[in-house]
């Protein structure tokens, strides 16, 4: 089992960045494919990036697609998700979640999931 651990959320204005980190123990990153998801108050979650587990490939959301970079260092054991022209209706408490059977996409199981990190988007 991997432990994942969100950090970097906090409250910003419409067109700024944040940039948002996920650290995990216990197993290597490497091991898992990596996703952030998030979940808007009353909305469920949604998928917003996914990266494979040695980052050639990635995967956005069409909401996202353009605004987000989701990278990784598996040196490092830490995933990324830089956001840039961040929009009120990006607020949310963000997830990072890993897939053991290596899948990064939007159908991806995520048996791993951190606590999340709220991020606000004021208008």
């Known amino acids: 089992q991997v432990q994942l651990v969100e950090s970097g959320g906090g409250l910003v204005q419409a067109g700024g960045s944040l940039r948002l980190s996920c650290a995990a123990s216990g197993r290597t990153a490497s091991s898992y494919g990596m996703g952030w998801l998030r979940q808007a108050p009353g909305k469920e979650r949604e998928f917003v990036s996914g990266?494979?587990?040695?980052?050639?490939?990635?995967y956005y959301a069409d909401s996202v697609q353009g605004r987000f970079t989701i990278s990784r260092d598996n040196a490092k054991n830490t995933v990324y998700l830089q956001m840039n022209s961040l929009k009120p209706e990006d607020t949310a408490v963000y997830f990072c979640?890993?897939?053991?059977?290596?899948?990064?996409?939007?159908?991806?199981?995520?048996?791993?999931w951190g606590q999340g990190t709220q991020v606000t988007v004021s208008s």
């Open positions: 979640a890993a897939d053991r059977d290596y899948c990064f996409g939007t159908t991806c199981s995520y048996e791993y």
């Open positions: 990266i494979s587990r040695g980052g050639g490939r990635t």
